[in-house]
Nanobody
Framework: EVQLVESGGGLVQAGGSLRLSCVAS????????YGWFRQAPGKAREAVAS????????HYTDSARGRFTLSSDNAKNTVYLQMTSLKPEDTAVYYC?????????????????WGQGIQVTVSS
């Protein structure tokens, strides 16, 4: 069974940091690229960042670049999103997604599998 399980969300003050984790199971980790997306209440889902562990490539949206960092641990089948300098506008449910072939992209329509999402709340 294919699963993507996010963890690490929670409540943090503005300016703080959180690290989200996404553990993949049920498929070969290197065969996929991974993306993080988010959806705030009343808003459309938007991309945050994407990584291809196979090609070693990353892509960030303008809002994430410079504040968020993607990494992966192939031995743990895990992708991490380190978020720093968090702002109240970063408040959303964050989703991990996977796609094959392992070409990193911010296009959510290309993703095959999705996690259940995890809440991130940044207080002002």
């Amino acid at each position: 069974e294919v699963q993507l399980v996010e963890s690490g969300g929670g409540l943090v003050q503005a300016g703080g940091s959180l690290r989200l984790s996404c553990v993949a199971s049920g498929f070969s980790f290197d065969d996929y690229a991974y993306g993080w997306f988010r959806q705030a209440p009343g808003k459309a889902r938007e991309a945050v960042a994407s990584i291809s562990p196979y090609y070693g490539s990353t892509h960030y949206t303008d809002s994430a670049r410079g504040r968020f960092t993607l990494s992966s641990d192939n031995a743990k089948n895990t992708v991490y999103l380190q978020m720093t300098s968090l702002k109240p506008e970063d408040t959303a449910v964050y989703y991990c997604a996977a796609l094959r072939p392992p070409i990193a992209t911010l296009d959510d329509l290309k993703y095959d599998y999705w996690g259940q999402g995890i809440q991130v709340t940044v207080s002002s």
